[in-house]
């Protein structure tokens, strides 16, 4: 079941990461808190194409690089913690996207990021 998981996570990582780069970029910039741009040297997009690299190589390691497992799902589960505030700044801000258009969609997806945390350690352990 581990594998079946961590598999799953791996696609989903790539194709997010190739969303990100791709044809969801517009929709992803609605995740990225007005904070980062605000005091960063990146605008929107610059942090949209950036987090899609990092996706896309986290759903290639978990699959080519299987000694490092542990490390990189580890990793990875950090990396969902850090952008969980991208998701709480869209819910906040009322920003739709992904077909989150109503305040108690952004909310309610808030409780799948935990999800993705546990299934990031878990599947790596």
Do not use: C, Y
Request: no cysteine; glycine share 6%; proline share 4%.
């Amino acid at each position: 079941m581990k594998s079946v998981v961590r598999w799953t996570v791996a696609a989903a990582m790539m194709f997010a990461g190739i969303a990100h780069l791709t044809f969801a970029r517009r929709d992803f910039q609605a995740q990225v808190p007005d904070a980062i741009v605000e005091r960063g040297p990146l605008d929107r997009d610059a942090v949209v194409v950036a987090s899609g690299v990092v996706e896309a190589a986290f759903g290639l390691a978990l699959v080519a690089l299987p000694k490092e497992r542990r490390r990189i799902g580890a990793a990875l589960a950090a990396f969902f913690i850090a952008i969980f505030p991208g998701n709480i700044d869209q819910w906040r801000k009322g920003r739709s996207a992904f077909g989150l258009d109503t305040d108690r969609k952004r909310f309610v997806r808030l409780f799948f990021q935990p999800l993705l945390v546990a299934a990031a350690w878990w599947s790596t352990r």
